[in-house]
């Protein structure tokens, strides 16, 4: 191996671990609580390694977003891949939307609330993003009924997701009731 390759490596492992950190440190105590020094500290590297990745919170904020929206992708994907049916499936995908939500509040916030210099339904909308949609897109473009554009479909649906989790973690919502609402979504919008 070069020692160019080797000190590749090692910045990407300097990446990984800021980004993780960051996540860490956000779900323990709150995106406020992320500061480029904390994090510093926390990886024992100087503020100037730090900013030698990313420009600032609002990069890492972005990281943590991507890296969040693969694993909502690979989570969706999972649950539908083994459900029968169109309802079935949607009902899963509500589940498991909502889930992760609920277990991942920093990252959600990360990829849904904060500022994280990304594109959002544009040209220019990084692939993690865009791969996310279409977890959605695949199982609620089949069930948008006649004349319904899928991807409209779909952005409406989702927002419905994110109001339920963002109202239910808020305490606006109680949480004991979810299930009646995933249910009652699924009767009244998806046409099988």
Not at 36 to 59: D, M, W
Request: proline residues 4%; aromatic residues 6%; glycine residues 6%.
């Amino acid at each position: 191996m070069s020692v160019q390759e080797r000190k590749e490596r090692e910045r990407a492992s300097r990446e990984r671990l800021i980004v993780a950190t960051a996540r860490e440190l956000a779900e323990q105590k709150g995106w406020d609580a992320v500061t480029t020094r904390q994090l510093a500290e926390r990886i024992e590297y100087s503020q100037p390694v730090l900013y030698s990745h990313f420009r600032g919170k609002r990069e890492i904020i972005g990281a943590v977003a991507l890296e969040g929206a693969a694993e909502m992708a690979a989570a969706l994907r999972a649950v539908t891949s083994a459900a029968d049916g169109p309802r079935v499936r949607v009902t899963a995908l509500a589940r498991a939307y909502l889930d992760f939500a609920e277990r991942n509040p920093a990252v959600y916030d990360a990829m849904f609330q904060l500022d994280g210099g990304l594109a959002f339904a544009r040209e220019d909308t990084p692939e993690p993003l865009k791969d996310a949609f279409a977890a959605l897109l695949e199982n609620l473009g089949e069930v948008a009924g006649d004349g319904v554009h899928p991807a409209l479909f779909t952005e409406t649906f989702w927002a419905a997701l994110h109001g339920l989790a963002t109202l239910t973690r808020a305490r606006r919502l109680p949480p004991e009731d979810t299930e009646r609402r995933v249910e009652l979504l699924v009767d009244r919008l998806v046409v099988v």
